[in-house]
């Protein structure tokens, strides 16, 4: 349990409830059972237990952005108190103190291989040596010899750049830079107070990089890599920020890119990747997980599958149209037919059409439960109206064929539907 001034926490805190507890029994005897306050008598009179943890409702950790307060242990089991000021009216007493000051820069903020402040230059034959404070060889400005050095200064208050200058760096040594008098880009010239990066190599590709940190224009934090020439043409390699003319953020990387679980082995992982195939250039967009495809959606012509699945679709609509087309020629036929059947008859003949074929056990055969209505159907047609095949392409051999009702004949027994051939339909 902490302790303070030799006391325990949980005994001092105890100790100020029970000051504010003798206040109220000096009022207990003005009050009701039903009183409020005596309530809180009741509730604040239970054993008391502070836990490893004390933490207002606003608290956020961090030290520059953090807010409210918290008393705990960290992670190593040290006790902790986080909060705004501390006020102290006799004395304190530290082991050790630790200050993190909070520091800011200006414009856009360079991390590269190095730089420095110009304290100095010395002009050479054909180039400038520029000085810098190496704080008695504690401090190396990072730069060597085929990196490029890179100073640019903005005038906040007429928003333009007034001084800008790209020069190859030709030498250095403990405290100073030697940067190329000819070889350079921009017309501006070292001088005392000059802040200079490094920020590119002409031929050492782990030197070329750098990050770019713009608070202004909404904020930006850029990625740039093999800068080796006075231009960042297609240097971008990764980003982030805000758009300030639209507010949106934004976010991209020209390259691989990774997402989701670890373990990609795992059945069970999600993610989303982009990357070279093993042994090619070209890319590969992998993902696993789950899609939602909205309306509006289009690009399907672009998935590896779809092709073969057009092709399926394709032929299945063909087929259709392919049956349409026989059913309309049976149609034709058949009407053909009746007419002669009719003829052949009283005009008493009945037809009737059904995806299916016809047995005595199906309608409308089923209908007929007596001799009479049997024998008075003699005669009657069914056509089969199922198209050839079916949208997944299965065949059906009976589809546009026709049958009439007959009683038996050497071949059957009983009434029974008989298969009308070519032959026959006009018999």
């Known amino acids: 349990m902490p302790t303070f001034a030799g006391i325990h926490v949980k005994d001092f805190l105890f100790s100020q409830y029970e000051l504010a507890l003798r206040k109220i029994l000096q009022l207990r005897s003005r009050i009701g059972e039903n009183n ?20 207002s409702s606003d608290y956020r950790a961090g030290d520059f952005a953090g807010a409210g307060m918290r008393f705990g242990r960290d992670a190593n089991g040290d006790s902790v108190g986080v909060l705004d000021r501390l006020v102290v009216r006799k004395s304190a007493q530290f082991n050790e103190v630790v200050i993190n000051q909070i520091t800011f820069h200006a414009g856009e903020n360079v991390f590269s291989c190095g730089g420095f402040e110009c304290t100095a230059v010395e002009e050479l034959e054909s180039s400038y040596r520029c000085f810098y404070d190496n704080r008695e060889g504690r401090r190396y400005s990072g730069l060597a010899a085929g990196d490029q050095a890179r100073c640019q200064r903005y005038d906040a ?12 760096v030709v030498g250095a040594g403990e405290n100073y830079v030697d940067l190329s008098k000819e070889d350079c880009d921009g017309t501006g010239t070292p001088e005392a107070g000059d802040n200079i990066v490094q920020f590119g190599s002409r031929t050492d590709r782990t030197r070329q990089s750098a990050i770019v940190i713009d608070p202004k224009h909404g ?7 093999a800068i080796d020439s006075y231009t960042l ?16 953020a934004y976010v991209y990387g020209y390259g691989d890119i990774f997402f989701g679980d670890r373990d990609m082995d795992d059945p069970d992982s999600r993610y989303l990747l982009f990357r070279p195939r093993s042994g090619g250039e070209a890319s590969d967009f992998r993902f696993r997980g789950h899609v939602s495809i909205t309306g509006g959606s289009s690009g399907l012509d672009n998935f590896t599958e779809w092709s073969g699945k057009q092709e399926q ?31 052949q008859v009283d005009g008493v003949i009945e037809s009737f059409s059904y995806p299916y074929t016809p047995t005595a056990a199906n309608y409308p055969a089923s209908e007929w439960d007596t001799e009479g209505k049997k024998q008075a159907h003699v005669g009657d047609v069914f056509y089969n109206i199922q198209p050839a095949y079916d949208a997944d392409g299965t065949p059906n051999p009976d589809a546009g064929k026709a049958w009439r009702w007959s009683p038996d004949d ?16 006009v018999k």
């Open 219 to 225: 904020g930006s934090v850029v990625v740039l890599a």
């Open 410 to 425: 050497a071949e059957h027994s009983g009434y029974h539907w008989h298969l009308i051939a070519d032959s026959d339909a």
């Open 157 to 168: 208050a007429n928003k333009n750049v007034v001084k800008y200058y790209w020069r190859l």
């Open 36 to 55: 409020v306050i005596l309530r809180l008598y009741h509730l604040i009179a239970s054993k008391i237990e502070v836990e490893d943890e004390i933490v």
């Open 313 to 343: 679709i394709d032929d299945a609509a063909k087929k259709a149209q392919d049956a349409a087309e026989q059913i309309t020629e049976a149609e034709r036929k058949w009407a053909a037919d009746i007419k002669v059947l009719q003829d």
């Open 233 to 248: 043409s297609d240097r971008n390699y990764a980003g982030m920020g805000v758009d300030p003319r639209t507010g949106r």
